[in-house]
């Protein structure tokens, strides 16, 4: 991994894909109700885009994540999921119960923001997920 | 707060694995400390509930609020918050146990491994609590993917048959998966209670049996019944030692303990499940004299160990194919003893091979001598494997051999004795060398020297070894009160 | 036997792909296409669980303004599950190869009688 993949045309081109895919990997997220989606599909965009800058431009990319950084990622958006739940039962609902947040009047809107919750927490988790898959993959030995 | 401990009792560890590589990263004191405190307050709402559970009956909760078959429930009852007890309690030993393995690794590693291991806990206290099939499966595939991680942390070997136990585990996952989607298919339910009552007209269609099928395969690989055990063998020889002692005694019992739920309890134990109960209990029979027979040819200590936990899962299911009171009995109560006993000799040999780097048996003349405590502990163990009273061991063996008379089962009861025969071959050997063989002049020089074990981990063999003879003596009290209500035509 | 071909056509293609997972698993002799295989494996119990439902003249489980009723959406839940599996076969395929790359750079390379010669069996 320590010389850099790319030649100039890949160098010029993914500068133009990266905004675009990390737009979409927001879409997709945020979507995740109305259209094929969802907090998977969303990480493994992010994860993508961050991958794809590693791979252009080898070890010393200007932007990236770090293996521990990917590792604390990983920890977070979980960590998210599960303190949602948690916090649902200290609000009086079951676990996971969306209704028990105080987030508004609306039943279903509160359910809605409930699950747009966990849907990023989902999704911090994968793209640390991948992240860590890729960089176990190329790493040092240990 | 306490209305939430079904839920908790799988949350609790889930949420602390996900906390500790950071706490790790912090301090490896803290990351040990949350560990065991968050192990501790999972065994107490265990403990709470199988005392709630026994007194009230059966205790529905529901996530997310959702009532069921729409949303996903879990319940206990008192087979099920049994089963959370043993494991939670057999992790918090074990969590106490692998302190010395972790002193001078690095903070990542450390935190790494209680992440790993707390997650098997949750996976596997998840597959008990849960009251919904796919649930269970995800449950399954967290505490086995944990797993394989876990077990290779054990060095190079240990990558090659955590790899190999990958692939078969994955096809034992994929196995139970397709079963589901068969019952799904022809219900549309994926509630265990739902199930049940919706399945009753469908019985002897071909879905089911093809379903019954292919659950009996997946989770026969994952309880290493006889043919599907290759992989057990490699995997408990070369990972670290708490991995082993915790796979040990607890994944085998988790899956013997879904193939009962469903057996009995989802299909009724009738129709298609006859059959298959009488190819479980055959296989488990073959396996018996197999893991034994193979357990005396073995040098290396670890692996004989693993043979003998084949030999040991067999009897289980030995038990439950009897599907008479007392088969069920006896199996559960060998659950019981299995789960305690394996426990304790791994905690044995890997606290031998700690100090002394010891692995093989012949090197084990005087090892009395040395580690006096431990030899106990393994003797203890030793006898209750072979069934001798008034360890538990005993118990489970004659309640089996009882209801295999009365099942008029008389391969079984041959098998059972001359396996406890057997055990007694390859266990006094142990026996002989550790406590009557005597050095010789070479053999004296080369010995490294080697003292008892640090506390932290001789404290829970000595209550694993003591739990061996008090739950035998108290093994009445324990079969009229608890595990009598785990039967399928029970008083709830 | 044609009609019922027909009909059943998906059937018969999940059961090939399943099939030609286990054949993968049990005779290759190298570790990657053991672990390309149980994937296969496991796409093939995936498109299991879709068809089942499967609805003729469904549309996807969106809820369109106009359509009402649920004979006209295709059934959710197997969807919502096989998104978890997805995700199951994700991480399984991670964790292995992870595995697989110490394996390679321990032993040098991945076929698998040569790595269990080396592993003393």
């Known amino acids: 991994m320590k010389p850099p993949f790319g030649s100039i045309i890949l160098d010029a081109a993914f500068r133009l894909m990266i905004p675009f895919i990390l737009l979409f990997a927001v879409y997709v997220l945020v979507h995740g109700h109305y259209s094929p989606g969802g907090g998977f599909q969303a990480?493994?965009?992010?994860?993508?885009?961050?991958?794809?800058?590693?791979?252009?431009?080898?070890?010393?990319?200007?932007?990236?994540?770090s293996r521990k950084g990917a590792v604390i990622l990983a920890c977070l958006g979980t960590f998210i999921f599960g303190g949602i739940g948690l916090l649902t039962v200290i609000?009086?609902?079951?676990?996971?119960?969306?209704?028990?947040?105080?987030?508004?009047?609306?039943?279903?809107e509160v359910r809605a923001m409930g699950t747009l919750g966990i849907e990023i927490g989902v999704t911090i988790a994968v793209m640390g997920v991948i992240l860590t898959i890729f960089y176990a993959m190329i790493g040092k030995e240990d | 707060m306490t209305e939430h401990t079904p839920a908790l009792i799988v949350l609790v560890p889930l949420v602390s694995a996900l906390l500790l590589p950071i706490l790790a990263l912090v301090s490896k004191v803290l990351a040990r400390g949350w560990t065991l405190v968050a192990l501790l307050g999972t065994h107490a709402g265990s403990v709470s509930t199988l005392i709630y559970v026994l007194a009230n009956g059966r205790w529905h909760y529901y996530l997310g609020g959702w009532a069921p078959p729409w949303g996903i429930e879990y319940v206990l009852?008192?087979?099920?918050?049994?089963?959370?007890?043993?494991?939670?309690?057999?992790?918090?030993?074990?969590a106490f146990y692998s302190g010395p393995y972790l002193k001078d690794a690095a903070p990542l590693k450390t935190g790494s491994f209680y992440a790993l291991f707390l997650l098997v806990t949750a996976g596997l206290l998840g597959m008990v609590v849960t009251g919904d099939v796919f649930n269970l499966f995800v449950f399954l595939e967290i505490s086995a993917l944990a797993t394989y991680g876990l077990v290779a942390m054990g060095g190079h070997r240990a990558?090659?048959?955590?790899?190999?136990?990958?692939?078969?585990?994955t096809i034992g996952a994929t196995f139970y998966l397709l079963g589901i989607g068969y019952l799904y298919a022809v219900t549309g339910t994926l509630n265990m209670a739902d199930l049940a009552e919706r399945i009753m007209p469908l019985l002897n269609s071909q879905a089911v049996v093809v379903a019954v099928a292919l659950i009996l395969a997946g989770f026969g690989i994952k309880m290493a019944l006889f043919p599907l055990h290759g992989w057990l063998p490699d995997t408990y020889a070369y990972a670290p030692a708490p991995v082993t002692t915790f796979i040990s005694a607890v994944m085998g019992k988790v899956a013997i303990y879904v193939l009962y739920r469903v057996f009995y309890f989802i299909l009724g134990g009738t129709g298609p499940v006859l059959p298959a109960l009488t190819v479980l209990g055959w296989a488990g029979a073959v396996g018996i004299l197999a893991g034994s027979l193979m357990a005396i040819a073995q040098r290396d200590f670890w692996r004989m160990l693993a043979y003998s936990s084949i030999a040991q899962m067999g009897y289980i299911a030995v038990g439950l194919s009897l599907g008479n009171m007392m088969g069920i009995t006896g199996a559960l109560l060998h659950i019981l003893n299995h789960a305690v006993v394996k426990g304790g000799l791994f905690m044995v040999a890997g606290g031998v091979f700690w100090r002394t780097g010891i692995r093989?048996?012949?090197?084990?003349i005087q090892m009395s001598r040395r580690m006096p405590m431990s030899m106990a502990v393994f003797v203890a163990a030793a006898l209750s494997m072979i069934g001798i009273p008034p360890t538990v061991g005993f118990f489970s063996k004659w309640y089996l051999v009882l209801a295999s008379i009365e099942a008029s089962a008389w391969p079984f009861v041959i098998v059972i004795v001359v396996s406890s025969l057997l055990n007694a071959v390859y266990f006094f050997r142990i026996i002989e060398?550790?406590?009557?063989?005597?050095?010789t002049?070479?053999?004296?020089?080369?010995?490294?020297?080697?003292?008892?074990?640090?506390?932290?981990?001789?404290?829970?063999?000595?209550?694993?070894?003591?739990?061996?003879f008090m739950l035998g003596v108290l093994s009445g009290e324990v079969v009229t009160n608890i595990i009598s209500f785990a039967l399928p035509w029970g008083t709830q | 036997m044609w009609a019922q071909l027909s009909t059943h056509l998906q059937y018969w293609f999940i059961a090939i792909l399943l099939l030609l997972g286990l054949y993968g698993i049990l005779n290759k002799q190298n570790l990657m296409k053991k672990l390309m295989a149980m994937n296969i494996m496991q796409v093939a119990v995936i498109i299991f669980f879709l068809t089942l439902g499967q609805k003729a003249g469904g549309t996807p489980p969106v809820l369109i303004k106009g359509v009402e009723g649920a004979e006209a959406y295709v059934n959710p839940l197997p969807h919502a599950l096989m998104l978890t599996a997805v995700v199951v076969s994700l991480s399984t395929t991670g964790v292995a190869l992870a595995l697989l790359v110490r394996i390679y750079r321990h032993y040098g390379d991945l076929e698998e009688p040569d790595v269990l010669?080396?592993?003393?069996k």
């Open chain 1, 43 to 65: 990480g493994v965009l992010f994860a993508v885009s961050v991958i794809l800058v590693r791979l252009v431009h080898g070890r010393d990319a200007a932007w990236g994540v």
């Open chain 1, 91 to 108: 609000f009086g609902g079951n676990v996971l119960d969306y209704g028990a947040l105080p987030l508004g009047p609306h039943e279903a």
């Open chain 2, 77 to 94: 009852d008192p087979l099920g918050a049994g089963m959370a007890t043993l494991v939670s309690f057999l992790a918090l030993l074990v």
């Open chain 2, 159 to 169: 990558t090659v048959a955590a790899f190999r136990y990958l692939i078969v585990g």
């Open chain 2, 360 to 364: 093989d048996i012949p090197s084990f």
């Open chain 2, 433 to 439: 060398n550790s406590y009557l063989r005597f050095r």
């Open chain 2, 441 to 468: 002049a070479e053999e004296d020089e080369v010995a490294v020297g080697g003292t008892e074990l640090p506390a932290t981990m001789l404290v829970p063999m000595v209550v694993l070894g003591v739990a061996v």
């Open chain 3, 117 to 120: 010669r080396r592993l003393g």
